[in-house]
């Protein structure tokens, strides 16, 4: 007896003690046994005007949701990021088909390296910001379905793009750059190849990937949201049309906006063995096909990199990329290896981390492409040595006079 | 899956609510039926290897209060059951949560060799673990009474509280899934519930995300945040937390109330609370109800028995004596809130966050033993009081959040100083994507010419960002009192003190809420996790 009074006397005053800290375990079973029925029922509020705000809401919303597709779906111009129309612009020099007989094809470094205007012949820079070989392929896909096809392709592709694919969807789909057939020639590719890079992408949008593809196409609201909120439509759309009349003026080239941080370390240092990817190794290779099957010579450029970052990628990995870029020209007839797989110029000629030239860099780079296409040295010691010639006269992209240093 | 991805919202809640009520209509089994099926593509969506542990762990553990309940007659027996039990489902929490930790202590040590690859965490295990052990304590004590398969497998995994809690209380919601009313369609439980979704999807992607864009690279980099940084970091993590698990919370409620089902109440604006204890009575309620029921009473009752069984008082007074108050409250807090911190995460930061709490719990419930009764505080004595509180939880939430107690510490050192004072600037950059529209437009019209003006704009539109969330937090009703005229959950719900924000299904608050899914529904689309899904 005495012994039961205690344990109870104990729990009440445990109880007691609890509610010190937090609410007491009692308060579950309490609310447990009065629990009230459905809402309608318990809060006695439920009126037809349920009905009527359910359909308001209904009405509401459908009619922003349906205005906000039609906005972004009829004008990306005003939505989408000042990479948009750059992307855009090649895209209609592509089906304008006055392509030149020479193309660029490849990365963001190709895009602000490379100045079409700079070069012997009529050239057209269709390089694309963080383009990989699937954009490069399909870029040279697309260009060659011209009726006059190019004679040269320039093809810079950095060894960090070899890696990974990372755009496919933040770029290549949501610019609208692929089709729903070629996006899915890209995920069969990837599976046979058991490359989880796009499965991964999409994975962390919570949507399957062939799923997100047709969502991307379609535009769909929800995927442009950071777009939307980042962007002034007014200025957004003024900006981007500005910049792709700039990029079809100057036939593909375009710098990438400060901050200027020449110094910066690319990411190429952090490698600590290169490998390219099995997706983009594949596509790369079909490129180099492609293009040789078209009859299409293929000089293979590397864009320069700092020499803050030169310094810092191990000899191994520098090997590594030199090899796999020299399998190719050795492996097709027409393919070449212009200059160093990595060249090395000063910190002044870059821009930011991305190793971005400056307008000055691109300008001496171009040059130096253009002495090569002449036939006034393509080797990799001219390429290292020309930043170092000092003060450089010659023309700008315009034609006119340009000092450089 | 998350409640805040395009899957959930445009593919999966509609099915699954069409589904609900349309399998309903052919009675009580074919709706849960159709729930168990839902909530099972639900969990499996991330990660499919993981939908045979959560069946595993179900069956053992309604296997095991079948067995609890058919030894009622023989109470040893049916203790050893319970036992094993515990031990099965506490040894799995253990292994793919705190093996890795565990093991590299070991290793640290020197004495052992001992190394384990990383373990994937399956998703929820804590939620359904504890859920489930509750129930089988339950079934021990005579509680639990509906020992149905299906009313217990969708109790366990019912979505939306399948991953993140609310940690339910069998007691509450299996009589609501044996009762035939709730497979009627409401309309007033589908526009509340639909509207604390909205709520919550709100918070969670223009709240929470935004402001905690920047926490990752300060938490990264603790020892090189000078004072303004360092103190930016911690208050958007603080901020971010907040709005996360608030948004989850009301998303969880406002999606039981979609399928007419009551969710008790998991998050009550916490930092309005005036003192640590009536913290804990607002942060992760659930949780606190768990922990309190589970665990400090059975110590604290343990504590008093054992005093008793020595003739010794266990009265008021005998709780003001140190050894009353040590083994009768001292003792029972410190462990209970040690185990809720680790129970958040493996790592010695938890362990130090649970310290911490623990100590502030004590020094109250002492303040509250050994000191009169005080009168009502006035209103800057709430003010004080509110502050302090903040202040204490805040330094707490630097363990909560850093990735090691060292970094913690030096996060902390920023915050007085240590580093140096300016520098804000440095983590301006995390904000200023999500403030792009005004920040274009006053550009483009030479307003802020960009330069020497974009840092201290950078810096501005911060402040009030966080300002302005404060305000929120501080200022505003949280959702159940916005929805409180219609009891959105289980136990008590004050009404929001502002009349014009206490939600009437009328035309005003149709179009205004009709707008504010349709940012919440497009918003999704550039938002990260929750951040209670890692515990």
Not at chain 1, 103 to 125: F, Q
Not at chain 2, 34 to 60: D, E, H, K, M, R
Not at chain 2, 177 to 206: E, H, I, N, Q, W
Not at chain 2, 451 to 479: E, F, K, R
Request: proline share 6%.
């Amino acid at each position: 007896m005495s012994s039961s009074t205690s344990s109870s006397s104990a729990a009440a005053a445990a109880s007691s003690g609890a509610t010190a800290w937090a609410s007491s375990g009692a308060t579950a079973r309490a609310n447990s046994s009065a629990i009230a029925p459905a809402i309608s029922s318990a809060a006695g509020l439920a009126t037809p005007s349920v009905g009527r705000y359910l359909r308001c809401f209904a009405a509401v919303a459908g009619t922003i949701f349906l205005l906000l597709w039609a906005f972004i779906a009829l004008l990306p111009t005003a939505v989408l990021d000042e990479e948009y129309p750059v992307w855009s612009a090649k895209q209609d020099m592509i089906k304008a088909c006055d392509l030149g007989s020479t193309i660029v094809l490849g990365d963001s470094r190709a895009v602000a390296g490379i100045i079409p205007a700079l070069l012997p012949m009529r050239t057209t820079n269709l390089a694309f910001g963080g383009g990989t070989p699937v954009e490069t392929y399909y870029a040279a896909r697309h260009a060659l379905r011209c009726p006059d096809k190019p004679a040269r392709a320039i093809v810079s592709i950095s060894m960090f793009k070899f890696v990974e694919e990372d755009i496919i969807w933040e770029r290549t789909m949501r610019f609208g750059f692929l089709s729903a057939a070629e996006l899915h020639a890209v995920e069969a590719e990837a599976d046979a190849l058991r490359d989880p890079a796009l499965r991964l992408a999409a994975n962390l949008n919570h949507v399957p990937a062939a799923a997100l593809g047709w969502l991307y196409l379609a535009r769909f609201p929800p995927l442009y949201f950071n777009s939307l909120m980042c962007g002034c439509p007014q200025y957004r759309y003024r900006d981007n049309r500005r910049i792709e009349a700039a990029v079809l003026r100057t036939r593909g080239y375009s710098t990438f906006p400060p901050p200027i941080t020449p110094d910066r370390i690319g990411v190429e240092a952090l490698f600590e063995y290169f490998t390219p990817s099995p997706l983009l190794d594949h596509y790369f290779d079909s490129l180099i096909a492609l293009l040789v099957s078209h009859g299409i010579q293929v000089d293979l450029v590397a864009a320069p990199i700092n020499r803050s970052t030169f310094d810092r990628i191990s000899p191994a990995v520098r090997q590594q990329f030199d090899r796999y870029l020299r399998s190719f020209a050795a492996r097709y007839p027409g393919v070449r290896l212009v200059g160093a797989t990595l060249p090395r110029w000063p910190d002044r000629y870059f821009a930011d981390v991305y190793q971005h030239m400056t307008p000055a860099g691109a300008t001496l780079f171009s040059r130096w492409l253009e002495a090569c296409l002449l036939g006034e040295g393509c080797d990799e010691a001219t390429l290292d040595q020309w930043p170092a010639r000092g003060r450089v006269v010659g023309r700008n992209a315009s034609g006119g006079p340009a000092v450089l240093e | 899956m998350l409640f805040n991805s395009i899957v959930f919202v445009y593919g999966f809640l509609p099915l699954a609510l069409a589904g609900y009520y349309i399998s309903a209509r052919f009675g009580r089994r074919p709706a849960i039926l159709w729930l168990i099926f839902a909530s099972f593509i639900f969990y499996g969506w991330w990660n499919p290897a993981f939908v045979p542990l959560l069946a595993i762990s179900i069956l053992f553990n309604y296997a095991a209060s079948r067995a609890i309940g058919a030894t009622a007659e023989r109470p040893a027996l049916q203790g050893w059951i319970l036992k094993a039990a515990v031990a099965a489902n506490l040894g799995a929490l253990v292994y793919y949560k705190y093996a890795v930790w565990l093991v590299g202590l070991v290793d640290a040590t020197g004495l052992i060799d001992a190394r384990l690859h990383d373990i994937v965490l399956p998703l929820g295990i804590s939620f359904f673990t504890f859920t489930q052990l509750g129930y089988l304590l339950d079934c021990r004590h005579g509680i639990a009474k509906d020992r149905d398969l299906l009313d217990y497998v969708v109790f366990v995994t019912f979505f939306p509280h399948l991953i993140a809690g609310p940690i339910l209380h069998n007691g509450e919601m299996m009589p609501q899934f044996a009762d035939p009313a709730t497979y009627r369609f409401s309309a007033t439980s589908f526009a509340v519930g639909l509207g604390m979704f909205v709520f919550g999807m709100l918070k969670k992607c223009l709240l929470a995300d935004p402001i905690g864009a920047i926490v990752p690279a300060g938490y990264a980099h603790p020892e090189a945040l000078p004072l303004l940084a360092a103190w930016q970091t911690v208050l958007s993590y603080s901020l971010q937390l907040y709005f996360d698990f608030s948004g989850y919370s009301d998303m969880a409620i406002g999606l039981a109330l979609m399928f007419n089902l009551r969710f008790p109440l998991n998050f009550n604006s916490p930092y309005k609370a005036q003192s640590v204890v009536d913290y804990w009575q607002r942060w992760h309620m659930t949780l606190t109800r768990y922990f309190t029921q589970y665990v400090y009473n059975p110590l604290a009752i343990a504590a008093m028995r054992r005093r008793t069984a020595r003739r010794l008082p266990i009265n008021r007074k005998a709780q003001m004596t140190l050894r009353g108050f040590t083994t009768m409250a001292a003792v029972p807090i410190f462990v209970t809130i040690l185990l809720a911190g680790i129970w958040h995460g493996s790592g010695a930061q938890f362990l130090v966050f649970g310290l911490l709490h623990a100590c502030y719990l004590t020094v109250n419930r002492a303040c509250r033993i050994f000191r009169p009764t005080p009168p009502a505080p006035t209103r800057l004595g709430m003010l004080w009081r509110i502050a302090l509180t903040y202040l204490s939880v805040l330094v707490a939430s630097v363990f909560f959040r850093a990735p090691s107690v060292a970094a913690a510490v030096a996060m902390l050192g920023g915050m007085i100083g240590l580093h140096g004072l300016t520098g804000a600037a440095t983590l301006a950059a995390g904000l200023a994507p999500h403030a792009g529209g005004v920040v274009a437009a006053l550009q483009a019209n030479l307003l802020l010419p960009p330069g020497a003006w974009q840092p201290i704009a950078d810096a501005a539109v911060q402040v009030l960002w966080i300002g302005g969330l404060y305000v929120i937090v501080w200022a505003m009703p949280n959702t159940q009192q916005i929805f409180a005229d219609y009891a959105p959950a289980l136990g008590e719900v004050t009404r929001s003190p502002l009349a014009w924000l206490r939600w009437q299904p009328d035309r005003r608050w149709g179009i205004a809420m009709g707008c504010a899914s349709m940012l919440a529904a497009i918003a999704i689309g550039g938002t990260g996790e929750f951040l209670y899904f890692q515990f």
